[in-house]
T-cell receptor
Framework: ELKVEQNPLFLSMQEGKNYTIYCNYS?????LYWYRQDPGKSLESLFV?????AVKQEGRLMASLDTKARLSTLHITAAVHDLSATYFC??????????????FGQGTILTVHP | EAGVAQSPRYKIIEKRQSVAFWCNPI?????LYWYQQILGQGPKLLIQ????????DSQLPKDRFSAERLKGVDSTLKIQPAKLEDSAVYLC??????????????FGPGTRLTVT
């Protein structure tokens, strides 16, 4: 059974600081997704990582994937209050040409304060 | 482009009652997913459709949950009879088919179910 673990689960950051959220998973997969969820809202897709070594950046967020280490990171640069949300990673446990069988991590609740 | 639509947004029922949720995916999206998100947890995939066929329902509690996508467009998820532990947000998502690079899933606003 695929297990996806995020850490930390709770992250309190000061504005302007940098930090990294880690996502470890237990079985081979080369497709990993990062989502953002605001309180009471649905999930917003942030990044889709489809191969080993993939790196994507959008604004203050950068995601990377190391399939050999079964690890993805979400790096936050110079945090601002608007980044406060819950961040989920999700791993696709389907293989080959199949896709979409996502297993989500527990989520990291990020709070950015002045 | 319109997003994934879901209704109702909120539903409160008593245990042992039945309930149904509706989802209309983004136009042209062949793949449709239903997820259950219990408070404080990540979403859990219940069922995946490709057009009107089921691709994966391995995590769907089939003794009480059922889902259909008869015409390959909108879908209904039903719970009968509901239990207290079914209280959760039910999310619908859709994506293009795999031949179109349909890896990215787009989520609807969800239906918050409370079972009392």
């Amino acid at each position: 059974e695929l297990k996806v673990e995020q850490n930390p689960l709770f992250l309190s950051m000061q504005e302007g600081k940098n930090y990294t959220i880690y996502c470890n998973y237990s079985t081979t997969s080369d497709r990993l997704y990062w989502y953002r969820q605001d309180p009471g809202k649905s999930l917003e897709s942030l990044f889709v990582l489809l191969s080993n070594g993939a790196v994507k950046q959008e604004g203050r967020l950068m995601a990377s994937l190391d399939t050999k280490a079964r690890l993805s990171t979400l790096h936050i640069t110079a945090a601002v209050h608007d980044l406060s949300a819950t961040y989920f990673c999700a791993v696709d446990r389907a293989g080959g040409t199949s896709y979409g069988k996502l297993t989500f991590g527990q989520g990291t609740i990020l709070t950015v304060h002045p | 482009e319109a997003g994934v639509a879901q209704s109702p947004r909120y539903k409160i029922i008593e245990k042992r009652q039945s309930v149904a949720f509706w989802c209309n995916p983004i136009s042209g999206h062949a793949t449709l997913y239903w997820y259950q998100q219990i408070l404080g947890q990540g979403p859990k995939l219940l069922i995946q459709f490709q057009n009107n066929g089921v691709v994966d329902d391995s995590q769907l509690p089939k003794d009480r949950f059922s889902a259909e996508r008869l015409k390959g467009v909108d879908s209904t998820l039903k719970i009968q009879p509901a239990k207290l532990e079914d209280s959760a947000v039910y999310l619908c998502a859709s994506s293009l088919d795999r031949w179109s690079g349909g890896y990215e899933q787009y989520f609807g606003p969800g239906t918050r179910l409370t079972v009392t």
